[in-house]
């Protein structure tokens, strides 16, 4: 991983091709949100390991933990955005939704899906970095989970989910590559 200063990586753990302010050869990023020391707020890192080596030349991969506010940076110079994170469970552990944030920010639409980070998601996108280059295509993949406690490692019953999930994410990932071509 090559560090830039005052690139998101000087802040959280990933890579990106971009240059600072330049368009990205990958156009598609991936961003991981979550807490793993609270248990099942880990469930985007978690997913995002077991995707990391089929799209790492194919994706940008970003892991910001609970820091949010790293997200427009993140965000920044491409072309499309999957927001992985752990939302409160009400339909049943495990269970994921696809939120479409870029329309929902873009009309001042509230948010039904609830995180566990102090700052909302959406938030964060309304108040983008100066500079900043928000993507048009801009998706939430939550995980619907139960056990936020202080604790390392997800809890049996998400765990049971996660192939699934993975498949999910994986669907939806190649959906985007299909979208939107790479940057030349």
């Known amino acids: ?3 830039r200063p005052g690139s998101p990586q000087d802040a959280v753990r ?3 091709t971009q240059g600072q302010g330049r368009k990205c050869a990958k156009s598609l990023v991936v961003v991981s949100v979550g807490n793993t020391l609270r248990g099942d707020d880990g469930i985007a890192q978690a997913l995002c390991r077991q995707l990391l080596e089929t799209y790492n030349t194919r994706v940008c991969y970003f892991d910001i933990g609970p820091y949010t506010c790293h997200l427009p940076a993140c965000l920044n110079g491409h072309d499309a955005a999957i927001v992985v994170d752990a939302i409160e469970a009400r339909n049943g552990v495990g269970r994921s939704s696809i939120v479409d944030l870029r329309a929902v920010v873009d009309r001042g639409l509230e948010l039904c899906l609830r995180s566990s980070h102090g700052l909302s998601l959406l938030d964060e996108l309304a108040l983008p970095e100066k500079g900043a280059d928000l993507p048009p295509s801009i998706h939430l993949f ?3 989970v139960n056990d ?3 604790g390392e490692g997800l809890s049996k019953q998400t765990q049971l989910c996660l192939p699934g999930l993975v498949d999910t994410l994986a669907n939806l990932i190649e959906e985007l590559i299909k979208e939107v071509p790479a940057n030349a």
Do not use: A, D
């Open 14 to 16: 990933g890579y990106c």
């Open 142 to 144: 939550g995980v619907e």
């Open 1 to 3: 991983m090559v560090r």
């Open 148 to 150: 936020v406690g202080f």
